[in-house]
């Protein structure tokens, strides 16, 4: 019984198993997402559609960017300035 209810979080579709994951992470996490990005935009559909997701993502423990000119791998100089800038300002903020 105790295994099971241990991988309860390997079941059902990808958009779960990452939000069992990062309830069950007590760590901080930082989000940057790009605008111009199909994968980004999924992702933030169903975290608007989800009432766990909407939670996960207003948790103090969650920093959120957002890029919207950016593409998926940020390939402009300026865009990787940005995400680095917000990288290392998140991490000097431990």
């Known amino acids: 019984r105790n295994l099971k209810k241990a991988s309860?979080?390997?079941e059902g579709a990808l958009?779960?198993?990452m939000a069992h994951g990062l309830a069950?992470?007590?760590?901080?996490a930082l989000l940057i997402t790009a605008g111009n990005d199909l994968t980004a935009k999924e992702f933030l559909d169903?975290?608007?559609?989800?009432?766990?997701w909407r939670k996960l993502l207003r948790s103090?423990?969650?920093t959120q960017?957002?890029?919207p000119e950016a593409t998926h791998?940020?390939?402009s100089r300026e865009w990787r300035g940005r995400v680095a800038s917000w990288t290392s300002g998140w991490l000097r903020s431990w």
Do not use: D, W
């Open 65 to 67: 960017h957002a890029l």
């Open 24 to 28: 069950r992470f007590k760590g901080r």
């Open 8 to 10: 309860a979080g390997g």
């Open 60 to 62: 103090p423990r969650v």
């Open 73 to 75: 791998t940020f390939p």
């Open 15 to 17: 958009p779960e198993r």
């Open 46 to 52: 169903t975290a608007r559609a989800s009432p766990r």
